[in-house]
C-alpha cells in the first residue's frame, strides 16, 4: 500500500531533485513584466532629456540674442553719428552731399535680421553635434510596441504557471 505521507502530496519531481521547476517561469515572467513595465519608462525618460536638452539649448540662444541686441543698443545710444545714421537708412534719407550707394538687396537691413543671420551661424554649428539615434532592439519593441499588452500578458501567464507549478506541498494531518 501506499504511505498516506506521499499520498498527500501535490506532485513529486525526483528528475529534478531539490530544484522546482516552476520557479524558472516565475523568474522569466517577472523579468518579462519588468521589462515591459520598466523599458518604456525608460524611452519616455530619455525623450524628455532630449527636450529638455534642446530647450535648455533654445534658451541659451534666445540668452545669446538678448545679450547682443542690448550691446548693440547701448553702443548705438552712445554714438550720435550712428544713431543719426541708422535713423535716416531707416527712413530712407540721404543727409545732403552723399551719393546713394547700390547695395545688396538680400542682405540683412534690419537690425534684428542682422542679429539673427549672425546668430544663424551659431546654430548651424551647435546642430551639426547631433547625437546618433540608435535603434531599438527588439525587446525594447515588444515592450513598448503595439503588442505591448500582449507581452505583458504572457509575462503574467508565464508568472501564474510558475506559482501553479510551485514547490511540492504537503497535506496536513
Known amino acids: 500500500?501506499?504511505?498516506?505521507?506521499?499520498?498527500?502530496?501535490?506532485?513529486?519531481?525526483?528528475?529534478?531533485?531539490?530544484?522546482?521547476?516552476?520557479?524558472?517561469?516565475?523568474?522569466?515572467?517577472m523579468i518579462v513584466l519588468s521589462a515591459g513595465i520598466l523599458i518604456?519608462?525608460?524611452?519616455?525618460?530619455?525623450?524628455?532629456?532630449?527636450?529638455?536638452?534642446?530647450?535648455?539649448?533654445?534658451?541659451?540662444?534666445?540668452?545669446?540674442?538678448?545679450?547682443?541686441?542690448?550691446?548693440?543698443l547701448d553702443q548705438m545710444y552712445r554714438d550720435d553719428a550712428t544713431l543719426r545714421r541708422i535713423w535716416n537708412a531707416d527712413l530712407n534719407r540721404t543727409p545732403q552731399g552723399s551719393e546713394p550707394?547700390?547695395?545688396?538687396?538680400?542682405a540683412p537691413s534690419?537690425?534684428?535680421?542682422?542679429?539673427?543671420?549672425?546668430?544663424?551661424?551659431?546654430?548651424?554649428?551647435?546642430?551639426?553635434?547631433?547625437?546618433?539615434?540608435?535603434?531599438?532592439s527588439l525587446l525594447e519593441r515588444m515592450a513598448s510596441g503595439p503588442r505591448r499588452l500582449w507581452f505583458l500578458g504572457a509575462g503574467g501567464m508565464c508568472l501564474c504557471v510558475g506559482l501553479v507549478m510551485g514547490p511540492t506541498v504537503t497535506g496536513r494531518d
Do not use: C, Y
Not at 1 to 29: E, H, N, Y
Open 1 to 29: 500500500m501506499s504511505d498516506p505521507q506521499t499520498s498527500k502530496t501535490r506532485r513529486s519531481s525526483p528528475a529534478f531533485g531539490a530544484f522546482d521547476p516552476g520557479w524558472l517561469f516565475v523568474l522569466l515572467g
Open 40 to 72: 518604456p519608462a525608460i524611452q519616455e525618460n530619455r525623450v524628455l532629456g532630449e527636450q529638455l536638452r534642446l530647450a535648455r539649448q533654445m534658451e541659451s540662444r534666445s540668452q545669446q540674442h538678448l545679450t547682443r541686441s542690448t550691446s548693440l
Open 101 to 106: 550707394v547700390l547695395r545688396d538687396l538680400e
Open 110 to 136: 534690419d537690425v534684428l535680421q542682422w542679429l539673427d543671420a549672425s546668430a544663424g551661424q551659431s546654430v548651424l554649428l551647435s546642430e551639426a553635434s547631433s547625437e546618433i539615434e540608435l535603434q531599438p
